[in-house]
């Protein structure tokens, strides 16, 4: 027992410091939409979050992994904790909504290092056979996250003020700091060989990327595949509070414990897959778990009332938690750790841009037909490539590419 915690000592750090900055983003989400909705009093400058971050990535995308690749990835997760943590303690004292908005763009540019860098560094930290185990549990710890952060975020609001919830919310980012400095340096990085960061190397590392993909088509498949799909997802989420309030016709309280309980299928699911992760194989994790999350979405298109739609909340938070950890698990496995940052970083670039165009796409196509259309043919289309997607990944001559052992 105490050689097994031993062995996930490392593992246990790198969850909690990932799980507490969870919590943190959430606090942050909620404090962020309340204090531009007091000083603009407009929901089309709230909606404009949703927006921040997919151009921001945009931007960024071209050249994060050049940086990330060449560079330890436990001090970049570090350097972007505190950054993140500075910014966030800096908002209640900016004098309008540009600078706030500069601020945003500013942690959106951490968080677009954040997220290659722990990828790259949880596949360095955690060895292939425990990495489905391991994604299982931080599935667990996120979904926890997304009741628990809302709901510390509005007591904090409500005990003190949104300046002082932010300011807590930055401490929240300085212990994730301080765990990760208890992890080790798996990395040993020769300063005097880091290229410096050109667009000539951006190009280069580019055309690595390419590469990459053109060498390994089903794995590029299954994870463009993966991301195309969950666009549909994306979009309908952005729309979500419109129908279900406009649409559906649910009360702002109605609303609240929708999310709730959305929240508590999530970590029902989470927990149940972090204890038995090891008698679900990664294939029917991703392929079950995009399917039933894919009905959870018609259902809730399809939906007229709260308890429908309570019904198809409950299983896309239930079943999402199996896709994303069989995602992930996939792709730690099948993309090399000397390269990961920049793929993941270009996977995201293109994630990015078509979030962009469907959130646009979406709010034409509402104009000219109905929303409930809309949202309908949405979740048909998901549906059916989601039956599609999951027969290619079951596919038994693919087996190899699913395999957990070294």
Do not use: C, H
């Not at 920049?342 to 165009?357: F, G, H």
Request: aromatic letters at 14%; zero cysteines; glycine letters at 6%.
């Amino acid at each position: 027992m105490i050689r097994n915690i031993k062995n996930w000592k490392n593992s246990i750090l790198l969850l909690s410091s990932i799980g507490i900055s969870s919590i943190g983003d959430f606090i942050y989400l909620v404090a962020i939409n309340i204090i531009i909705f007091q000083l603009t009093g407009s929901a089309a400058a709230v909606a404009g979050l949703w927006i921040i971050g997919p151009l921001t990535n945009i931007v960024t995308k071209f050249w994060t992994g050049s940086f990330i690749d060449y560079r330890s990835k436990r001090k970049v997760m570090i350097v972007t904790y505190i950054i993140r943590a500075i910014f966030i303690f800096l908002i209640p004292f900016a004098p309008n909504m540009a600078v706030i908005y500069g601020i945003l763009i500013i942690l959106s540019v951490a968080k677009a290092f954040f997220n290659p860098s722990s990828m790259t560094y949880i596949a360095i930290l955690v060895p292939k056979e425990k990495r489905k185990n391991f994604n299982s549990i931080r599935s667990f710890i996120s979904s926890g996250a997304f009741i628990v952060g809302p709901a510390v975020g509005g007591s904090l609001i409500l005990l003190t003020s949104v300046e002082i919830t932010l300011w807590l919310n930055g401490i929240f980012f300085l212990i994730s700091v301080v765990l990760l400095l208890f992890l080790p340096e798996k990395e040993n990085i020769d300063k005097e060989t880091i290229p410096t960061l050109t667009i000539a190397q951006v190009v280069r590392d580019f055309t690595v990327v390419q590469k990459f993909m053109l060498n390994n088509k089903y794995v590029n498949f299954v994870y463009l595949g993966f991301i195309m799909i969950m666009i549909f997802s994306f979009a309908m989420d952005a729309q979500e509070v419109v129908f279900t309030q406009q649409v559906i016709g649910l009360s702002e309280f109605e609303y609240s414990l929708l999310i709730s309980i959305t929240g508590i299928g999530s970590v029902v699911g989470a927990f149940l897959l972090s204890i038995f992760s090891n008698r679900f194989s990664l294939r029917y994790m991703i392929s079950i778990g995009l399917i039933m999350t894919t009905i959870g979405y018609v259902i809730y298109a399809f939906s007229w009332s709260f308890t429908s739609i309570v019904v198809g909340f409950v299983i896309l938070g239930f079943f999402n938690v199996f896709l994303n950890a069989g995602i992930m698990t996939f792709y730690q496995n099948n993309v090399p750790i000397d390269v990961m940052g920049r793929v993941t970083s270009i996977y995201q670039l293109i994630q990015s841009a078509i979030q962009v165009i469907f959130i646009l796409a979406i709010g034409v196509v509402s104009d000219i037909f109905s929303l409930r259309f809309t949202m309908v043919i949405l979740a048909l289309v998901m549906l059916l490539s989601s039956i599609l997607f999951a027969i290619s990944v079951l596919k038994p001559n693919k087996k190899n590419f699913y395999r957990e052992d070294v």
